[in-house]
């Protein structure tokens, strides 16, 4: 893959570990604050970004540029946060950095033994009900289960995984979401979605950064496949208080932008 060309440079930031063949990748230096939660969708020209499974390859046109991003900011978290969702409509995948892109593998290990983080990043499913595929691939290694009182009696005891209650009914609250992960260690926690999930931790005001892929493609709707965006059920604009966002840096390779944004609570 060629490196991704710069549009906007980041600000300045300061030095933080990273591996020479990202820093190419990448076309300049990337870093994340040392505690934020940020996260990174694709999307098409026209706004959609779910069209059934393995949305994000079939919107993206299987992009090794999406890929390695999308490999990057793996590689950065602590966690991953996802809705049972993403989780169903992604048979086969593990949500590592090797896993998307890994041409750069060894570049992600060196990257996350210089962050001091393990291999891999613990994988949190987000599901009121409990109804979770425990034998999904990317339940392979141990997990974090986040569920209601009900779904943890559904689930038992979820060999190998651990499960937590952060909620009564089938809808969880995204700040106690969140105060689950971090009391479980993770600062850098990426958010995959869905885009409800999404949704709730932006109502939430949850979310700092946001990574956006727009590929050149139109996909369109129909009145029987509505196509949903990467911000569902809910209603931001009602919102007292509502997200806004910086443009903080932009890249592109070959004709997909890469778009990272500062959300602010708050008119701009």
């Known amino acids: 893959m060629s490196p991704l060309q710069v549009l906007l440079p980041a600000p300045p930031q300061s030095d933080s570990p990273t591996a020479a063949e990202l820093v190419r990748l990448y076309g300049g230096p990337f870093s994340l604050p040392a505690s934020v939660l940020y996260a990174n969708f694709v999307a098409s020209l026209d706004g959609v970004a ?9 919107l993206s046109g299987r992009s090794q540029a999406d890929r390695f991003v ?13 809705g049972s969702g993403t989780l169903r409509a992604s048979p086969g995948h593990v949500w590592s950095a090797d896993h998307v892109f890994p041409a750069a593998a060894q570049a992600f290990r060196m990257l996350r033994q210089q962050l001091g983080l393990p291999q891999f990043p613990t994988l949190v499913v987000v599901s009121g009900s409990g109804k979770v595929d425990l034998d999904h691939p990317g339940l392979s290694r141990p997990a974090l289960i986040l569920t209601s009182k009900e779904g943890e009696r559904h689930l038992g005891t979820a060999t190998g995984h651990q499960v937590q209650a952060v909620g009564e009914g ?5 700040n106690q979401i969140v105060a689950a992960v971090r009391r479980s260690g993770h600062k850098r926690i990426l958010t995959e979605g869905g885009p409800t999930l999404l949704g709730q931790l932006l109502q939430a005001h949850q979310v700092q950064q946001m990574f956006l892929t727009v590929s ?7 009145a029987e496949d509505a196509r949903a965006g990467f911000v569902e ?19 592109h390779h070959k004709s997909h932008l ?4 500062l959300v602010n609570s708050g008119r701009l």
Request: proline content about 2%; glycine content about 12%; overall charge negative.
């Open 50 to 58: 779910v069209v059934g499974q393995s949305s994000g390859s079939t």
């Open 70 to 82: 999308m490999g990057l900011l793996r590689a950065w978290a602590g966690a991953v946060v996802i």
């Open 170 to 174: 089938a809808t969880l609250d995204a």
């Open 216 to 222: 050149p493609l139109l996909a369109g709707r129909t």
């Open 233 to 251: 059920g809910v209603d931001l604009l009602g919102e007292e208080q509502r997200e806004w966002l910086s443009l903080l840096s932009a890249h």
């Open 258 to 261: 890469f778009l990272r944004y």
